[in-house]
Antibody
Framework: QVQLVQSGAEVKQPGASVRVSCKAS??????????IHWVRQAPGQGLEWMGW????????KYAQKFQGRVTMTRDTSISTAYMDLSRLISDDTAIYYC?????????WGQGTLVTVSS | DIQMTQSPSSLSASVGDRVSITCRAS??????LAWYQQKPGKAPNLLIY???NLESGVSSRFSGSGFGTEFTLTISSLQPDDFATYYC?????????FGQGTKLEIK
């Protein structure tokens, strides 16, 4: 079965950077039209789309809000996607999810809590 | 950017009730719409894709309809497990955006 397993919780100081990883299994990671997205959810809030990576080509698209601060990459040899977010502020405290898109977001990682606090 | 607006924001209902949640897009998205269910402490779960297609393994009590700018999620007969928060999302073009959510509570 399809699984996305994310890295563990992080606590970061304001101004720092964080990397969250997402290891895929149960399907061909770089298959055509199996894109990976990143979505975050602040405490008690709704879902916010951050961006997308095509594991096949490495192509990316980011939400305007995160342009210049977020970088999404992948390593096809280990079926893993990464999301780097820099210049963290307290409002970046959230659960970060990686998600596979087939038609809609059909498989979600378990989520990674990133806490930004001094 | 396409804005997604759900209504109501919260809803109280009883087991066995039929309920509907509406999602409106700020411009036409065809049928590029999905619905998700989220329970506390869990990742969202895909219910409906391309507006009306039921995801594999999801109860047939859930159905979706709509085209263009107005969409509806209907739960035919509420079960205790259905009390959760529901989100719509368009995937017509970047950036994909979600509705603000509808919290379904037990009356």
């Amino acid at each position: 079965q399809v699984q996305l397993v994310q890295s563990g919780a992080e606590v970061k100081q304001p101004g720092a950077s964080v990397r969250v990883s997402c290891k895929a299994s149960g399907y061909t990671f770089s298959a055509y039209n199996r894109h990976i997205h990143w979505v975050r959810q602040a405490p008690g809030q709704g879902l916010e789309w951050m961006g997308w990576i095509n594991p096949n080509t490495g192509g990316t698209k980011y939400a305007q809000k995160f342009q210049g601060r977020v970088t999404m990459t992948r390593d096809t040899s280990i079926s893993t996607a990464y999301m780097d977010l820099s210049r963290l502020i307290s409002d970046d405290t959230a659960i970060y999810y990686c998600v596979r898109e087939v038609s809609g977001f059909d498989s979600w990682g378990q989520g990674t809590l990133v806490t930004v606090s001094s | 950017d396409i804005q997604m607006t759900q209504s109501p924001s919260s809803l109280s209902a009883s087991v066995g009730d039929r309920v509907s949640i509406t999602c409106r897009a700020s411009q036409s998205i065809g049928t590029w719409l999905a619905w998700y269910q989220q329970k506390p402490g869990k990742a969202p779960n895909l219910l409906i894709y391309t507006a009306s297609n039921l995801e594999s393994g999801v109860s047939s009590r859930f159905s979706g309809s709509g085209f263009g700018t107005e969409f509806t999620l209907t739960i035919s007969s509420l079960q205790p497990d259905d009390f959760a928060t529901y989100y719509c999302q368009h995937y017509n073009s970047f950036p994909y955006t979600f509705g603000q959510g509808t919290k379904l509570e037990i009356k």
